[in-house]
């Protein structure tokens, strides 16, 4: 079952507005990784994070690795109508092989 | 980011029938595929770890043989639902991984069966 926390669960926000979501576990990951999904559409990935502390940008896009590596966040700046989708995060834990845990994912909605 | 491609990307079967669902790395070679199921409005469910040239691994609760995995190449691994029922409609996403840890997602693939 999921082991990722993940909120807000949806955000409703206007055209310009800087958004931030996160994912919480009680578990240590070694990878974190964020997506969006696009109604009737696979999964795409935006960020990948490798070690603890890493901060990394995409664009308008930055995610960062939790010191404590139990968490992770996403920061979307100046949003555009077309950062509406599902986000989700996943996390890759030393035990877990090549599984990736993900969170219930974060619908955002932004209004023009 | 690298292209995995998932086929078809929707289906429609009666009951009883079987349906293939194909999951190709297009640009690089994937030991380890995954398939997922996902249900409106919510996370995705892992199924089962398809690794090239051996068994597929279930996830618990997954029926194998009514998923059967085929991982025969290093660029495809299929999912095939037998004798699929009306329960089985669903979402269906495979995943390809790099070396990198990166996972890459094909399309997805909604059956729908009547």
């Known amino acids: 079952g999921q082991q990722l926390n993940q909120s807000p669960q949806s955000m409703f926000i206007q055209e310009g507005e800087d958004v931030s979501m996160n994912c919480t576990s009680s578990?240590?990951?070694?990878?974190w990784l964020w997506y969006k999904q696009d109604p009737g559409e696979g999964p795409v990935l935006l960020i990948a994070?490798?070690?603890?502390?890493e901060l990394t940008s995409n664009g308008r896009l930055t995610a960062q690795f939790g010191i404590t590596r139990k968490d992770s966040f996403l920061n979307i700046s100046a949003s555009i109508p077309s950062d509406v989708g599902i986000y989700f995060c996943?996390?890759?834990?030393?035990?877990?092989?090549?599984?990736?845990?993900f969170g219930e994912g974060t619908q955002l909605t932004v209004n023009p | 980011g690298a292209v995995v491609s998932q086929h078809p990307s929707w289906v429609i079967c009666k009951s009883g029938t079987s349906v293939k669902i194909e999951c190709r790395s297009l640009?690089?070679?994937?030991?380890?595929m995954f398939w997922y199921r996902q249900f409106p409005k919510q996370s995705l469910m892992l199924m089962a770890t398809?690794?090239?040239?051996?068994?597929?691994?279930?996830e618990q609760g997954v029926e194998k043989d009514k998923f059967l995995i085929n991982h025969a190449s290093l660029t495809l691994s299929t999912l095939t639902v037998t004798s699929a029922h009306p329960e089985d409609s669903s979402f269906y996403i495979c995943?390809?991984?790099?070396?990198?840890?990166?996972?890459?997602f094909g399309s997805g693939t909604q059956l729908s069966v009547l």
């Open positions: 995943s390809a991984r790099q070396t990198n840890e990166k996972l890459f």
């Open positions: 578990s240590i990951f070694n990878t």
């Open positions: 994070l490798y070690k603890a502390g």
């Open positions: 996943a996390g890759k834990r030393e035990t877990s092989g090549s599984r990736l845990t």
């Open positions: 640009d690089f070679q994937a030991t380890t």
């Open positions: 398809s690794n090239e040239g051996s068994k597929a691994t279930y």
